[in-house]
């Protein structure tokens, strides 16, 4: 019996959908969203002209920015994951008005909260399996990592750190709270 198998392509084109789904969830729940995304969040909620997708894209652009100011060393993956993170940006867009039909209670929000940690945690292998350019927040982690020649575990806690309390600064300066 033949085994069959998705192509790359579309195993990374549903990534990408699925991940963008699960952070529509996430937001939804209202219970806490990935380290990465909660600065974009917040920074979506301060300046609320901006929906949440396209503070994603801007927020992971500047890191890839950053990510060639510190390597001096721009690659041609980067352009692949520049455009990777505005499609995620619009797919992000896009679910938060076809989900915004859900309801709201709090029984589904906890529901939303676990399918979207699921889905993410589906979506990280799946996008791992692919081996296409990563993220560009997965790529600026594991270019990071190899440029200073650190453990990736290492520098994703430090950028992770740098995320969080980033997020509770501004949040509690622009806002207030901290969401």
């Known amino acids: 019996m033949e085994r069959k198998t998705l192509s790359k392509e579309v195993v990374f084109i549903s990534a990408l959908v699925l991940d963008s789904i699960a952070m529509t969830l996430l937001t939804m729940s209202d219970f806490g969203i990935s380290t990465m995304s909660s600065l974009p969040w917040v ?25 060639m100011a510190i390597t001096k060393q721009p690659k041609i993956t980067y352009i692949f994951s520049f ?29 939303y909260f676990i ?3 699921l889905l993410m945690a589906l979506t990280a292998s799946l996008f791992i399996r692919t081996t296409y350019p990563l993220m560009p927040f997965d790529g600026f982690v594991s270019d990071l990592s190899t440029f200073t020649n650190k453990p990736v575990k290492t520098i994703k806690t430090c950028v992770d750190i740098s995320f969080i309390l980033t997020t509770i600064i501004i949040s509690y300066i622009k806002l207030n709270r901290i969401i």
Do not use: A, C
Request: no cysteine.
């Open 43 to 67: 920074l979506s909620v301060i300046f609320n002209k901006l929906s949440f997708g396209t503070v994603n894209f801007i927020v992971q652009s500047i890191l890839l920015l950053i990510l």
């Open 83 to 111: 455009v990777l993170g505005m499609v995620f940006g619009l797919l992000v867009d896009l679910f938060s008005v076809i989900l915004n039909i859900l309801p709201t209670e709090f029984g589904y929000r906890i529901t």
């Open 115 to 117: 399918i979207g940690w």
